[in-house]
C-alpha cells in the first residue's frame, strides 16, 4: 500500500524567501503540517536539531 502525503495549501505567512533565493517554512508551517520531519528544519517546533542525538 503506498501513503501519500496529504499536501496543504500554502498561506501567507508559511514561508519566507530567503537571499539565497530558496523557500523557508516558518513554525506556523510546521505546526499546521503537524509532524517533524527530522531534517533540522531553521523554525523546528519540534526541537528537532540536525546531528544530535534527538531520541
Given at each position: ?53 534527538n531520541?
Amino acid at each position: 500500500m503506498i501513503n501519500f502525503k496529504k499536501q496543504l495549501p500554502l498561506e501567507e505567512g508559511d514561508y519566507y524567501i530567503t537571499k539565497e533565493g530558496y523557500r523557508c517554512f516558518t513554525e506556523q508551517y510546521h505546526l499546521k503540517r503537524g509532524y517533524c520531519c527530522k531534517s533540522g528544519c531553521r523554525h523546528c517546533p519540534y526541537g528537532y536539531k540536525k546531528g544530535r542525538d534527538n531520541s
